[in-house]
């Protein structure tokens, strides 16, 4: 387990405050120097922090950390359950930074609610799984197959991915305008439909503000819009075929919501 960079919360910063990549890779290779045998098969991650607030690194940080794991002949293994199949606006999440995984789990998604998951690999790897005879329980089930296939092409054929590129980033424009009006909100942050707004107590101390979040929600849900709670952060996931009417009405009640919570608060 290593830090991952959090760009409103940096581990590692330069001097004048902006986040320093450079030595969370450095860690990283520090980690592996020090706290392991140094045969790393691959480095497990979740391309954006889903639970952990929508979180997404540095635009700089994935190629630096793709070609430190190809320096040291270590595999990319990318966890794209919850963030893949479109959820960001691309098949794979990494490839909002030209970065290339050599394995990817899908997941969500993948079967629009009916529970299959895959795990594929690069072409180079597929001899090398094929000798360990890797099967599950459940492997091959046709249905969960057909489902899959179907969702794929449902994405294709009715444009879901410029959905999600088009309504996320007016999604993204009305955040960041609320983050610039609104006292309690710290950090607003997203791609396509994997969006979060952090709550704070004071922007300076970035103090996270739990309360104010469970209190957002409860006001939200009563006006008719529901998520799931995560603390002192406003996680969202829409539907991926929503459209921008829809998508402005929801952040309307969210900043509603805020602006009442502020006012009870005395912001």
């Known amino acids: 387990m290593v830090p991952r960079p959090n760009p409103y919360r940096p581990l590692f910063a330069k001097a004048g405050g902006a986040i320093d990549t450079d030595r969370y890779i450095a860690f990283c290779d520090e980690f592996i120097r020090e706290s392991t045998a140094g045969n790393v098969a691959a480095f497990v991650l ?21 070609a430190y794991c190809e320096k040291k002949k270590i595999l990319l293994f990318s966890d794209e359950v919850l963030a893949g199949m479109g959820r960001t606006g691309e098949w794979v999440t990494l490839s909002h930074w030209n970065v290339l995984p050599d394995i990817v789990t899908f997941g969500k998604s993948f079967g629009n609610g009916f529970p299959v998951t895959a795990m594929v690999v690069r072409e180079e790897y ?21 489902a899959a296939l179907a969702s ?6 009715e444009n879901i991915l410029e959905n999600v590129r088009r309504v996320g980033a007016a999604f993204v424009r009305r955040m960041n305008r609320m983050e610039e009006t609104h ?12 969006l979060g707004i952090e709550l704070v ?4 101390t970035k103090e996270p503000f739990n309360e104010a979040g469970k209190l957002v929600y409860q006001k939200a849900f009563r006006k008719g ?17 929503m459209d921008e009417e829809y998508a402005m009405k929801g952040m309307d009640i969210i900043e509603e919501s805020i602006a009442e919570v502020e006012k009870e608060y005395g912001y």
């Open 152 to 157: 794929i092409e449902v994405i294709e054929q």
């Open 46 to 66: 979740e391309p954006a922090q889903g639970w952990g607030g929508s979180v997404f690194p540095p635009d700089d940080f994935f190629p630096k950390l793709k």
């Open 126 to 146: 597929g001899d090398a799984l094929n000798k360990i005879s890797a099967s599950s329980s459940y492997g091959g089930n046709p249905m969960a197959c057909a």
């Open 183 to 194: 006292p309690i909100i710290g950090d607003a942050r997203g791609k396509g439909f994997l």
């Open 201 to 204: 107590k004071d922007k300076k």
């Open 225 to 241: 819009l529901a998520w799931i709670p995560a603390g002192h952060i406003l996680r969202m996931s829409p539907p991926l075929i």
